[in-house]
């Protein structure tokens, strides 16, 4: 009889931990996914934003997006609203690869079968000639989130990760903490702008050494046009996919982001001629579409020639982040560009 | 499907457990229960290869009737060879081919083959009934009974290797007797060991000798103290990793009131080659002893032929871990270091206790790098580490001593000091309520691990 108390108590125990973490995951539900949980005003938790981002895609508190990277994540929904009479959710998530943008993106669509407006924020990784992308970077990534079964959801919430997103959430929700991201997926991850040293952006920009001038080979850019021929750009196949699940009546923009000028190629070289196919072959895709705009701001301008602009080489500032919202919307209405401040890219 | 994850653990081994024992007063339901149950357990991984155990278990069990009907025909042989042939095929033919094409310098495209989850285990366990059957020691069983003895799912993809006449005769107990509380209890509790052994432990030390091993596969030699951190890790990582597993298997059919033999036994503590292989994977060194070491001589027929039974017995030993060569440079090692252990032993010599442990533990942990380096050349170059040759080029990989320190010792203090986990599930388990509840929370600990989808395969699947 011994033994039997021994295996009762091991069992109702484990039944008792396993049942009161269950319980206390789909209360909390950390990523905000879970069809059965209660009905609770949840922050995205998670700093990694590929698990907190599914919930703000499926969100019907939205109908406008923005997709992207780090590049993008300055956007601020509130400014875009404004401009654009929308609501709109900052997806941009940090490094994230062609791929890992697309999912989102579909989930997005999944839910939202009619956007007011899309805004794709396109840098290195969709000008790329690898012969083959990398579909994730080494973050995690949880394809169960992105899979539109969220009643599955729950299976993947029972690991200390998950627990630990749980205990913040639960804190958020009892006001014991204070939300670091935006319920609209913004958030300004910048230092405070009075902390601002120029020197410091400097060297963060240019490296140690400080700036040096550009090489510029002056070979004719005719003479890339062979070349140009046989450049295969792997993400373009997404994007084409991507704008194809868009309406008409969608606002599409295909927005080159504002690198500083020295993460630029010089002009009228290879790597030069690598950049202006890409967006020439992206402006010719978003032709293809009805109500879709090409804007670039990836060239040497009055943005992206001053270093005050930047906290580094890829990274703006809040105020060029409000700067491009009012950009992107004046290209949008005008149809071509500010002269120094943008392109608006027509096909060739 | 993994005893480390979270399907097994919460819904496989639940199932397995409520419907084996609402069917145990029925024998044959009960058999074919488990019978079942081990084919899912299988098949999880992919489904293809179900056929090839399912043939296997009636081929053998076929030509083991027949023979006993008609003993003139060379049908025990024929099964031999059928199983030779099998395993031959899915695990050694691109090693043979390799081989032949190193020879011959040519070069030798790989084929595709997949390799069946624990085929040297359930075609070892196999021929050994074919042998016993022809030395006329093995009884006649059912065809539910021997099938069950080859797939039961706790021991079927990495051992214990267990005997026919070992297992098959405790299917006629109903496990609804009065040991079955004491059995489910300490057969949890050997499995949450064992689990705590693999996922808290033993992959954690595969964290820093994967990296290590990973730079001396590219072709790169390490710093001395890296090498050594790296065959430190590793040979702590298999035996927690091996020996974790084996308690989950024997502590899996405990709960289902089936006894396996221990695998186990403070392999590190020993303080001879000799005696490591009397507490290193027990099961495997009684298969090798028993089918193996005595077919080829033994050690009653002189002391050359001895010395060499036990360098044969090694070789095929190593080769049975992987087809590698490796795997052989391994075993033959041992199998020479055997040997020098026994003239040794015959001669007199005698170390004291601690210089026996020291160059007993130097060469296993020296060896284990050819049993898991990447190839034969990247051992030898690990090898050349850490006698000091080479130059430490393990970059962002190299490790910091002190940040392993602790996982070491933890790892060493589990290993050489204190109750072995068969020791504590079977002596210092004591019905005590506390107990079961820190082992449930352990459990619930472990489970939690195991969710986070990381949850790494046992290094003895490969073989």
């Known amino acids: 009889m011994v033994w039997r108390r021994f295996w009762l108590v091991f069992v109702a125990v484990l039944l008792g931990a396993l049942g009161s973490l269950c319980a206390f995951v789909i209360i909390a539900d950390p990523y905000d996914t879970l069809p059965f949980s209660p009905a609770l005003e949840r922050e995205p938790v998670s700093t990694n934003q590929r698990f907190s981002f599914p919930a703000l895609a499926a969100s019907p508190r939205f109908d406008s997006a923005i997709f992207g990277t780090s590049t993008t994540r300055l956007l601020r929904p509130e400014k875009l609203n404004g401009l654009f009479a929308a609501r709109f959710a900052n997806l941009s998530m940090n490094s994230a690869t062609s791929h890992e943008q697309q999912r989102l993106y579909n989930l997005f669509i999944e839910h939202h079968r009619a956007p007011r407006m899309v805004i794709f924020g ?50 958020f929700l009892a006001g014991l903490r204070t939300p670091k991201y935006g319920r609209d997926g913004y958030t300004n991850f910048l230092p405070p702008e009075d902390q601002y040293d120029l020197e410091k952006a400097r060297s963060h920009i240019y490296g140690p050494s400080g700036p040096t001038p ?8 005719q003479s890339f046009s062979e070349q140009r021929k046989g450049w295969i750009y792997p993400a373009h196949s997404r994007m084409r996919d991507m704008l194809a699940r868009l309406p008409g009546e969608t606002v599409k923009v295909l927005m080159f982001v504002p690198y500083h000028n020295v993460r630029l190629p010089g002009k009228e070289t290879l790597e030069w001629a690598r950049w202006d196919e890409c967006k020439h072959r992206l402006a010719a895709l978003a032709a293809d579409t009805p109500n879709a705009h090409t804007i670039d701001f990836m060239f040497p301008s009055e943005i992206t020639t001053r270093d005050e602009n930047y906290w580094d080489a890829l990274h703006y500032s809040v105020r060029v982040a409000e700067q491009i919202a009012e950009l992107i919307r004046i290209g949008i209405s005008d149809r071509r560009g500010r002269i120094g401040l943008f392109n608006y890219i027509e096909p060739q | 499907m993994l005893f480390n994850s979270q399907v097994f653990l919460i819904v496989f081994l639940p199932i397995i457990l409520v419907g084996y024992y609402l069917v145990s007063a029925n024998r044959a339901y009960r058999i074919w229960f488990l019978i079942i149950g081990s084919f899912v357990f299988y098949g999880y991984w992919d489904i293809r290869l179900v056929p090839l155990l399912a043939g296997s278990i009636a081929l053998n069990w076929t ?43 040519a070069e030798q495209q790989r084929w595709s083959i997949v390799l069946p989850l624990g085929i040297s285990f359930f075609t070892f366990q196999q021929i050994s009934y074919l042998v016993d059957t022809a030395r006329g020691v093995s009884r006649r069983y059912r065809f539910e009974e021997y099938a069950l003895y080859v797939c039961f799912f706790p021991q079927l993809i990495a051992g214990p290797i267990v005997r026919h006449n070992e297992l098959i005769f405790q299917f006629d107990r109903n496990p609804k007797h009065r040991d079955l509380y004491e059995n489910l209890s300490r057969g949890a509790i050997l499995l949450v060991i064992g689990l705590v052994k693999k996922v808290l432990v033993a992959d954690q030390l595969a964290l820093v000798a994967d990296p290590l091993f990973a730079v001396a596969g590219l072709g790169n030699s390490l710093g ?57 994977h027990l099961t495997l060194s009684r298969f090798l002893r028993d089918y193996v070491f005595i077919s080829v001589g033994g050690s009653r027929a002189g002391s050359t032929r001895h010395m060499m039974a036990l360098i044969i017995t090694m070789l095929l030993g190593g080769l049975w871990h992987g087809a590698g060569w490796n795997f052989v440079v391994w075993g033959g090692m041992h199998g020479i270091a055997l040997a020098v252990n026994h003239l040794w032993t015959r001669a007199g010599g005698k170390l004291g206790r601690l210089p026996a442990w020291l160059a007993t533990m130097s060469f296993i942990f020296t060896t284990w790098v050819f049993f898991r380096a990447e190839s034969f050349s990247a051992a030898v170059t690990h090898i050349w580490s850490m006698v000091g040759s080479g130059i430490g080029v393990a970059g962002d990989n190299g490790v910091n001593v002190v940040d392993v320190a602790w996982l070491f010792s933890v790892a060493a203090l589990i290993a050489l000091v204190g109750p072995t986990s068969q020791e504590i599930a079977r ?34 699947f490969q073989f």
């Open chain 2, 427 to 460: 002596e210092h388990v004591v019905s005590k309520p506390a107990l079961a509840a820190l082992g449930a929370l352990a459990m619930a600990a472990v489970f939690l691990q195991v969710g986070g989808g990381t949850n790494a395969e046992f290094i003895y």
């Open chain 1, 122 to 171: 396109l840098d290195g990784e969709w000008c790329s000639t690898a012969p083959t992308l990398e579909d994730f970077t080494f973050r995690p990534f949880p394809p169960w989130l992105y899979d539109g079964n969220s009643w599955n959801d729950v299976l993947y919430l029972f690991n200390f990760s998950a627990l630990e997103q749980a205990g913040r959430q639960v804190g």
């Open chain 2, 63 to 105: 030509l083991a009737n027949a023979h006993r009907r008609w003993p003139q025909l060379p049908l025990i042989l024929l099964g031999i060879s059928a199983n030779l042939l099998v395993i031959g095929i899915f695990k050694y033919a691109n090693f043979a081919s390799d081989s032949i094409a190193w020879f011959l310098g």
């Open chain 1, 214 to 221: 550009t090489s510029v080979i002056t070979a004719p850019q």
């Open chain 2, 224 to 280: 001395v103290v890296d090498a050594w951190i790296a065959s430190i890790a590793f040979g702590l990582q298999i035996y927690f990793d091996f020996s974790g597993y084996s308690d989950m298997a024997i502590g899996l059919a405990l709960m289902l009131g089936l006894h396996l033999p221990v695998n186990f036994n403070a392999p590190y503590r020993a303080l001879s080659v000799r005696e490591f292989w009397r507490r290193w």
